[in-house]
């Protein structure tokens, strides 16, 4: 099993991914990620980002970005594929300049640290 290698703000970085990407699938098909799309994910995420998670810490994570997800997606979301690729720096990477982005990002701090 894998040390974690994660910090505070590392954690929060993954957690925003993990609640865009299931915003992301929500607008696109109508649907909330599956278990294997969100464990799909936080592996590229992780590989993507040199980290590693133990599975304790991936299931917090998947657990919370279930969680997170349907309360953000209350607020203004693109829908089409256009705006949610200006979300994205590269494929793997968000765009933390996004102000989408930086209050999703705002919201998982605030989790993490209450968590």
Same mark, same amino acid.
């Given at each position: 099993?894998?040390? +974690?290698?994660l910090?505070?703000?590392?954690?929060a970085?993954?957690l925003?991914?993990?609640?865009?990407s299931?915003l992301?699938?929500?607008?696109m098909? &109508?649907?909330?990620?599956?278990v294997e799309q969100?464990?799909? +994910?936080?592996?590229?995420?992780?590989?993507a980002? &040199?980290? +590693?998670?133990d599975?304790?810490?991936?299931?917090?994570?998947?657990?919370? %970005?279930?969680?997170?997800?349907?309360?953000?997606?209350?607020?203004?979301f693109?829908?089409?594929?256009? %705006?949610?690729?200006?979300?994205?720096?590269?494929r793997?990477q968000?765009?933390?300049? %996004?102000?989408?982005?930086r &209050?999703?990002?705002?919201?998982?701090?605030?989790d993490l640290?209450? %968590?």
């Open positions: 099993m894998p040390e +974690s290698n910090d505070a703000e590392a954690r970085e993954l925003c991914y993990l609640v865009v299931h992301v699938a929500r607008a098909v &109508g649907e909330w990620l599956t969100i464990y799909e +994910s936080a592996r590229i995420w992780l590989r980002n &040199g980290g +590693s998670a599975w304790p810490e991936r299931l917090q994570l998947a657990r919370m %970005s279930l969680e997170l997800a349907p309360r953000i997606a209350v607020l203004p693109p829908k089409d594929e256009a %705006s949610l690729g200006k979300l994205f720096a590269d793997w968000l765009d933390y300049r %996004s102000a989408i982005v &209050g999703i990002y705002d919201a998982c701090e605030r640290r209450g %968590s």
